[in-house]
């Protein structure tokens, strides 16, 4: 079905090291009365920039959901 995914790609760059890749891959699905989104994304990470473990992931994570978060107030405004 045409436009139901986006797929993009990222590197992330702290000071001249290059800290981690991702690919990303969101899919809107119709559901019940709205859309489901669903955000998957996949990460190399570089030169223990951000270290490894449950420490960087969660800032990741925890970013993403910000974002995520915004645009969802954005789209449900009421005129």
Partial sequence: M????????????????HASTSVTTV???EVDGGTRLTF???????????????????GRE??????LENIAQVLCKQP
């Fill in 2 to 17: 045409p436009n139901e995914r986006i797929v993009y790609t990222y590197d992330m760059w702290l000071d001249d090291a």
């Fill in 27 to 29: 899919v809107f699905e």
């Fill in 40 to 58: 998957t994304e996949q990460g190399v990470h570089l030169d223990g920039v951000h270290g490894p473990g449950p420490e960087a992931a969660a």
């Fill in 62 to 67: 925890e970013g993403t959901r910000g974002l």
